[in-house]
């Protein structure tokens, strides 16, 4: 069994949709981070959190410690959030240990 | 800030040969991670440094692989020699420190045939 496991793997949606992925993890950790990789295959780091929630503009991240779950949301899904998301879990301060993404469609 | 910057952006190569893989970090920023990634194992750590010294290299398959930060503004990631099943994209990241999130590189993507 992996240590990070993102769901759902594949992901199709319509515009205008609320999108929710998920990562549940089973290792202690210091900090999970969500990334996302363009169609292009660049990298940005969305955010990074140890407890509670973060929002940035229409992306939201919650994150469970005692459930070691985390969730990523978007709100009104735009073609342009099209990319993978992938979660990934510090085990001490910066050793990252990544989910195997999930890969999201947004048709318009 | 230009952001980190990886060169090349693609090497082929043939098996046996040694192969070079760079990266500048972003000025100011004190660790320097290096990742693999494949269709097959998703994105994994190789290697990471704090103020130029690694700290983990845990991850580095093999003696064929090691990596250098000979100062704060540049690293190498060196494969000799080179193999087929070393072909995947190599990402470099950047972070002020160890509480920050991660800025990558474009990534290089290597062709061992």
């Known amino acids: 069994k992996n240590e990070v496991e993102q769901s759902p793997q594949n992901l199709t949606a319509q515009e205008g949709e609320f999108i929710t992925i998920n990562c549940s993890y089973s290792?202690?950790?210091?900090?999970l981070h969500w990334l996302q990789q363009h169609p292009g295959g660049g990298i940005v780091s969305l955010f990074m959190?140890?407890?509670g929630k973060k929002k940035h503009g229409r992306l939201i991240a919650t994150i469970n410690i005692q459930e070691k779950h985390s969730s990523l949301h978007i709100t009104a899904s735009h073609p342009r959030d099209s990319a993978v998301y992938i979660c990934?879990?510090?085990?001490?301060?910066?050793?990252?240990?990544f989910g195997q993404g999930t890969r999201l469609t947004i048709n318009p | 800030d230009a952001g980190v910057i990886q060169s090349p952006r693609h090497e082929v190569t043939e098996m046996g040969q040694e192969v070079t893989l760079r990266c500048k970090p972003i000025?100011?920023?004190?660790?320097l991670f290096w990742y693999r990634q494949t269709m097959m194992r998703g994105l994994e750590l190789l290697i990471y440094?704090?103020?130029?010294?690694?700290?983990?290299d845990s991850g580095m398959p093999e003696d064929r692989f090691s990596a250098k930060m000979p100062n704060a503004s540049f690293s190498t990631l060196k494969i000799q020699p080179s193999e087929p099943r070393d072909s995947a994209v190599y990402f470099c990241?950047?972070?002020?420190?160890?509480?920050?999130?991660?800025?990558f590189g474009a990534g290089t993507r290597l062709s061992v045939l």
């Open positions: 000025s100011g920023h004190n660790s």
């Open positions: 290792v202690g950790i210091s900090a």
């Open positions: 990934a879990v510090g085990q001490g301060a910066q050793k990252l240990v």
């Open positions: 990241a950047s972070s002020p420190g160890p509480e920050n999130i991660q800025y």
């Open positions: 440094f704090n103020n130029n010294v690694p700290i983990d």
């Open positions: 959190l140890s407890s």
